[in-house]
């Protein structure tokens, strides 16, 4: 694995807040969903200024299939990722 790979890794898994994301991430139920840019971007940011972890984050975004056309699909799938986030909820809209 090239460093600056090896190197996003180690930041994000040293953030609580995205060790946390991530370590939920089987219960959400989503094959085909991202963890997007917006707070990883932040979190090198804060990591390289040594600033808090979570300095800068308002909400973390999460990209799903755009194939989830059903709105009780969708409806389904925002209630089980705010179950699996609610201790770290910070933006409940999908």
């Known amino acids: 694995m090239p460093k600056p790979q090896m ?23 989503l094959p085909d ?7 990883i971007a932040q979190t090198v940011w804060n990591h390289a200024f ?3 972890h979570d300095h800068g984050i308002n909400d973390i975004d999460l990209s799903i299939s755009t194939t989830m056309t059903c709105p009780k699909a969708r409806k389904q799938t925002t209630r089980s990722v ?3 986030y609610s201790p770290i909820c910070l933006s409940g809209s999908m």
């Open 7 to 29: 190197e996003l890794q180690a930041i994000i898994s040293q953030s609580p807040l995205l060790s946390t994301v991530l370590g939920h991430w089987d219960e959400i139920g």
């Open 33 to 39: 969903g991202r963890l997007v840019a917006g707070a």
């Open 50 to 52: 040594d600033f808090a």
């Open 82 to 84: 705010s179950g699996a």
